[in-house]
């Protein structure tokens, strides 16, 4: 039971994020822009567009290759929040009946497109931006987004969120450890003790929490997160971010003119 709560595998990403690679080594403003730059193309496209987003599909395929990382750590990700995007979609074949010709000479509703769109478009932005946290790491992903101008209070609280997650989980997999020894047998937990079990977990985390506040005071912690090396924006950086912006203009220009 306790592996079972662990496939998420939180820490993945910081692992992955420590590898060597020609796209690890890029400054993370540079990153942080295209792939910004690329939510921004893919979300702004028609709501019925199918064909056009197949090209874009290439940033995400292009940091997977050139990272080093593997599909299947990506797709159990995506797989663990596809059921949001399903559920944003599920009626629009049911509210938008519109006849759509397709290039075959068949129809179809309207509705059935844009549940397709939405779901093509959440697999390309949520797989961009987990491939930039793994090829950046949430430290220097912080950094670059402190050296592009976000406000500290908001980059602070995006650094802790990230890093709480994992006290929230590890607490979460103790709790089943601990219940996994004391009743061998249970397979999985039973639906009245579902309350009992998550408040401990939050009383659990919050606890742990403060503890480790009270660690960050006494270590001299002042509020700002520190890396222990600023990278700089070479001209390296410069052709990776302009060829990309490039590409999505292309595609989104493209789409704008095509009949």
């Given at each position: 039971m306790a592996?079972?709560?662990?496939?998420?595998?939180?820490?993945?990403?910081?692992?992955?994020?420590?590898?060597?690679?020609?796209?690890?080594?890029?400054?993370?403003?540079?990153?942080?822009?295209?792939?910004?730059?690329?939510?921004?193309?893919?979300?702004s496209?028609?709501?019925?567009?199918?064909?056009?987003?197949?090209?874009?599909?290439?940033?995400?395929?292009?940091?997977?290759?050139?990272?080093?990382i593997?599909?299947?750590?990506?797709g159990?990700?995506i797989?663990?929040?596809a059921?949001f995007?399903?559920?944003?979609?599920?009626?629009?074949?049911?509210?938008?009946?519109?006849?759509?010709?397709?290039?075959?000479?068949?129809?179809?509703?309207?509705?059935?497109?844009?549940?397709?769109?939405i779901?093509?478009?959440?697999?390309?932005t949520?797989?961009a931006?987990?491939?930039?946290?793994?090829?950046?790491g949430m430290m220097?992903?912080?950094?670059g987004?402190?050296?592009?101008?976000?406000?500290?209070?908001?980059?602070?609280?995006?650094?802790?969120?990230?890093?709480?997650l994992?006290?929230?989980?590890?607490e979460?997999?103790?709790?089943?450890?601990?219940?996994a020894?004391?009743v061998?047998?249970?397979?999985?937990?039973?639906?009245?003790?579902?309350?009992?079990?998550?408040?401990?977990w939050l009383?659990?985390?919050?606890?742990?929490?403060?503890?480790?506040?009270?660690a960050?005071a006494?270590?001299?912690?002042d509020?700002?997160?520190?890396c222990?090396r600023?990278?700089?924006?070479?001209v390296?950086?410069?052709?990776?971010?302009?060829?990309w912006?490039?590409?999505?203009?292309?595609?989104?220009f493209?789409t704008i003119?095509?009949?």
């Amino acid at each position: 039971m306790a592996d079972a709560a662990s496939w998420i595998h939180l820490g993945r990403m910081d692992e992955l994020s420590r590898q060597d690679s020609p796209l690890h080594r890029l400054d993370p403003r540079a990153k942080i822009l295209a792939t910004g730059a690329y939510i921004v193309v893919v979300m702004s496209l028609p709501r019925h567009a199918l064909a056009p987003l197949l090209p874009l599909a290439s940033f995400p395929l292009f940091l997977l290759i050139a990272g080093r990382i593997p599909a299947a750590d990506i797709g159990r990700k995506i797989a663990l929040a596809a059921p949001f995007a399903v559920l944003i979609g599920l009626f629009n074949p049911l509210l938008d009946r519109t006849p759509v010709v397709l290039p075959g000479g068949g129809e179809l509703a309207a509705g059935w497109l844009s549940f397709a769109s939405i779901l093509v478009r959440f697999t390309l932005t949520v797989s961009a931006a987990l491939l930039l946290v793994a090829t950046t790491g949430m430290m220097q992903l912080g950094a670059g987004l402190r050296r592009l101008g976000m406000p500290r209070i908001f980059n602070q609280q995006l650094q802790f969120l990230y890093r709480y997650l994992f006290v929230i989980g590890g607490e979460a997999q103790s709790m089943l450890r601990a219940l996994a020894c004391r009743v061998p047998r249970l397979r999985r937990i039973p639906w009245s003790a579902y309350g009992s079990f998550t408040g401990q977990w939050l009383l659990r985390s919050l606890d742990r929490a403060e503890r480790i506040h009270r660690a960050m005071a006494l270590r001299g912690y002042d509020g700002q997160v520190r890396c222990r090396r600023e990278s700089a924006f070479t001209v390296r950086d410069l052709v990776f971010l302009l060829a990309w912006l490039g590409v999505f203009a292309i595609i989104r220009f493209a789409t704008i003119w095509t009949p």
